[in-house]
Nanobody
Framework: QVQLVESGGGLVQPGGSLRLSCAASASIFSISAMAWYRQAPGKERELVARISLGAIPTYADSVKGRFTISGDNAKNTVFLQMNSLKAEDTAAYYC???????????WGPGTQVTVSS
């Protein structure tokens, strides 16, 4: 069974940067989109950034201009570069890869990002 593994999370000071990475344990057929979600305690899971095949990446308003999503479909990898981090960015971050034929979603177990001085 394909598994996603995230890395790069940790503790960072406000204004700092982190780069999250996500890799699949095996090839995923017909990837159509890659995305990052986050969930803070007591909050619903939130879409942070998404990139669809052949499209321009989209971002939540709260991270626009600070975060950059990128990916490589052939290598089944996705990244999230996070700059100018704020305390409000503190959450568990989850990698998501959507595939077609058949359509399904793959999720990573999450990686914790804590922004604090």
């Amino acid at each position: 069974q394909v598994q996603l593994v995230e890395s790069g999370g940790g503790l960072v000071q406000p204004g700092g940067s982190l780069r999250l990475s996500c890799a699949a344990s095996a090839s995923i057929f017909s990837i159509s989109a890659m995305a990052w979600y986050r969930q803070a305690p007591g909050k619903e899971r939130e879409l942070v950034a998404r990139i669809s095949l052949g499209a321009i990446p989209t971002y939540a308003d709260s991270v626009k201009g600070r975060f950059t999503i990128s990916g490589d479909n052939a290598k089944n990898t996705v990244f999230l570069q996070m700059n100018s981090l704020k305390a409000e960015d503190t959450a568990a971050y989850y990698c998501n890869i959507h595939s077609n034929l058949p359509a399904r979603d793959y999720w990573g177990p999450g990686t914790q990002v804590t922004v604090s001085s």
